[in-house]
């Protein structure tokens, strides 16, 4: 068997994973987009690398975009076979499946990506693509063939979010490759902590901040509130928070709902959630407590709806959007992308950033070419949408929403593996510079033969 990187290697976007077996059978593991303002970035949504109709099967860790996100384009370019997801990826895939053909028709930019221009599928393809999903609930193990089966475990990072643990014969050998697809933390407020992996041979392994350690969640809601205090009581300004429309908007929502429960939120200021899909992504996760930890269960015992509060208000309307916009009252505004690359919260901080009375509070990875990226950067003017803003806002960073865990977290997961069985660990997902650390980190634990894979390099995996 040999495995290629189509994607995610030394770099965040564009996950995807190509297992060739030895009796020519083709395994992708996701099939994400690359993400970026990087003029690069077009051009490889657009060639895969590897022909669509040689691939059999295609196995999806979960629904966000760089890892779901291309699916359309391969089923518009040959590729017949099924697509294994669990229940909730299938539900949130129809939906940013089917945003991100109509962003894409419409000619605007990405709301989490930041593509403009480029066609790469439209509603259609979304439509024949989604014929060929098969969903396979948590720990049951499937059987594509008689050759391959898998079992997805629980990563807690988003609803529905999957570790991949495949066991592929050939002849009389079976390997065990598991890929983490992204991983959670271990502490989180709604979804469950990252189930253990089961033993493998070869491990794919994210390390988006692999190199970080997030504080605990602990006193996360009190910084929250300190922050909307300060930003919204103090300085009268807004409060400018981008987030994924998928897991992180759902996260600050609930705890600013639990804060608002509990009397802590001024009365009067009014939370937002910009964003079509945000409003979409929040009531599919209302409808999947079967996900959520055992707090969370609790929590629903006194409060029915962890997602709502009088002062909370969803927008879906793009006149809305824009009367916000034009509004100077101190407020709490959450929209995507995340990475403040496409999306309504161009115009939000089109419009506040160059106000010291406001605060951009930044809670998740920014990928370094995009716009929050630069501003993470400490940029002291940026072009939005084709107009020179100053950065006088207060950035503030918050890591405890992050929907990744830290070093951690992966060391967490990696714990049950026995060291003498497991051959090889794949680092992908990540900054290099990140990866290298981790790298050092894990074979200070003991983990041998840790790999930092090349794009499009091609690696033999010898079978047991
Ligand atoms: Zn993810």
Known sequence: MTIAFYGAAKAVTGSKHLLTLENGKRILLDCGMFQGGSDKVQELNENFGFAPDSIDYLL???AHIDHSGLIPRLVKEGFKGKIYCTPPTLELCQLILNDSAGIQQSGSGHEDLGVSGTVLYTKEDVEKSLQQFETVPYNKECHPDEDISFTFTDTGHILGSAAINL????GKESTRLCFTGDIGRNENRILRA???LPQADYIICESTYGNKF??????TEERLREIVLQTCVEKKGKLIIPAFSIGRTQELVFSLNVLAEEGR???HLRVYVDSPLSVYATDIMREHAECFNE???EYLKFDDDPFGFPQLHFITETEDSKLLNASKDPCVIISSSGMMQGGRIQHHLQTNLASERNTLLITGYCEPSTLGGRILQGAEKVRIMGEEVEVKAEVLVMNEYSAHG????IARLLHGQDKEQLKKIYLVHGEENGMEKLKKDLEELGYQNIQIPDFRMSYKLPSS
Do not use: A, G, I, R
Request: net charge negative.
């Open 60 to 62: 999806l860790s979960h």
């Open 167 to 170: 066991t592929v014969k050939e």
């Open 194 to 196: 990252p189930q253990p």
């Open 214 to 219: 997030h504080s605990s969640l602990k006193n």
């Open 265 to 267: 939120l001024p009365q």
């Open 295 to 297: 707090d969370m269960l």
């Open 406 to 409: 830290d070093y951690e977290d």
